[in-house]
């Protein structure tokens, strides 16, 4: 008799947390929609996001993101595969629309460095002073370990307008249509949305470059494309570790 009382109360509570936490998750859109830059820029380019999903065999309610950055070709890459699915396919490229610093990771305050590295994005910003932007979770541990320096530097952000000491600008309409893509993205349930950043597109030669120009950063750039390498060959995202050295493994 003790456990048929004890165990509908049990599943009405897994229920009701359940439903609390769904109703949360599928929120977020609704959230960002009090916002006027948000929902101006929701009303603009939804309509253009759903045809570019449903040209790729997508629906605006069963897709995940990935972004890509490359700061010597001061190009974005986006990308978008089924919820239920593991390869990735690539949904639009767009420029940076300034850049600062050189190639080189992030390791201090006020060096202008963009990172370089394995990211996030960490915060929707419906108030930014470049339109709208999207927060980048830099430092992680791996930059935090690697760097010398007391003050390492934050808010780092992908945004609009033409403006950087360390983010990634791009113009005002790729980041509207950027961040909608994320809303809807996170409205579907992706916890985190990737944002890897690299020094350039891999090639044997790019590789050889570089390294020639900054011998200094050799042995992080191969730590960096060793991780990815798994990506540029299968389309197909592994989750990135970060050991006690702070190298990224997979």
């Known amino acids: 008799m003790i456990c048929s009382t004890k165990l509908p109360l049990k599943v ?3 229920c009701l947390f359940w439903l609390i936490g ?7 859109l609704d959230e960002q929609l009090k916002y006027s830059r948000v929902k101006k820029a929701y009303q603009q380019k939804e309509p253009l996001i759903r045809q570019n999903l449903t040209d790729m065999d997508l629906k605006t309610s ?5 972004v890509r950055a490359f700061k010597s070709e001061q190009t974005v890459r986006i ?10 396919k690539e949904y639009k490229s767009i420029r940076f629309n300034c850049t600062s610093g050189e190639l080189g990771p992030k390791r201090m305050e006020g060096d202008y460095q963009i990172p370089e590295g394995f990211y996030h994005f960490n915060h929707f910003n419906p108030y930014s002073s470049f339109v709208l932007s999207l927060g980048v979770s830099y430092p992680n541990k791996a930059d935090r370990i690697k760097s010398q320096f007391d003050r390492l530097g934050g808010n780092i952000y992908m945004h ?11 113009e005002d309409e790729p980041i509207k249509e950027l961040y909608i893509l994320g809303v809807l993205a996170k409205n579907n349930g992706q916890s985190k949305i990737p944002i890897h950043i690299f020094p350039f597109e891999y090639s044997d030669d790019n590789f050889k470059k570089a390294v020639m120009k900054y011998p200094e950063h050799k ?28 190298d990224y493994r997979v």
């Not at 609009?160 to 791009?170: Q, S």
């Open 79 to 88: 990308y978008v595969k089924k919820t239920d699915q593991n390869v990735w």
């Open 12 to 14: 009405g509570l897994f």
């Open 219 to 246: 042995k992080f750039w191969q730590n960096v494309f060793e991780v990815d390498e798994h990506f540029r060959s299968s389309r197909e995202l592994k989750a990135v570790k970060i050991d006690p050295n702070g």
């Open 160 to 170: 609009g307008g033409c403006a950087t000491i360390g983010c990634i600008p791009i």
């Open 22 to 28: 769904f109703n949360n998750y599928a929120s977020f």
């Open 62 to 66: 069963n897709f995940e993101l990935y």
